[in-house]
């Protein structure tokens, strides 16, 4: 039997946002910089879809790879103050 990794800690939580017509979505999520200020951007249009204090800080955390759709995805901490 195959060994399950463990979940991720309790509070994890994951944020779908839209990705903008002509925006090449894998150029975006390795870009650094570029996906912060995007993340920025939707921030702020859309703070509720964020933890109360996400714009006193975050940091980009790595990646996570959907084995069943193959989508690399951003990981964000958000720095609780």
């Not at 463990?6 to 910089?33: F, M, Q, W």
């Not at 879809?49 to 989508?71: A, D, M, N, Q, Y």
């Amino acid at each position: 039997m195959k060994k399950r990794r463990p979940r991720g800690t309790a509070g994890d939580k994951t944020i779908c946002l839209p990705i903008d017509e002509g925006i090449n979505y894998k150029s975006l999520v390795e870009n650094e910089r570029e996906y912060r200020s995007y993340l920025e951007k939707k921030i702020e249009k859309y703070p509720e879809l964020f933890p109360l204090g996400i714009k006193e800080g975050f940091r980009l955390h790595g990646f996570v790879t959907s084995k069943r759709r193959r989508i690399r995805t951003r990981r964000i901490l958000f720095i609780k103050v």
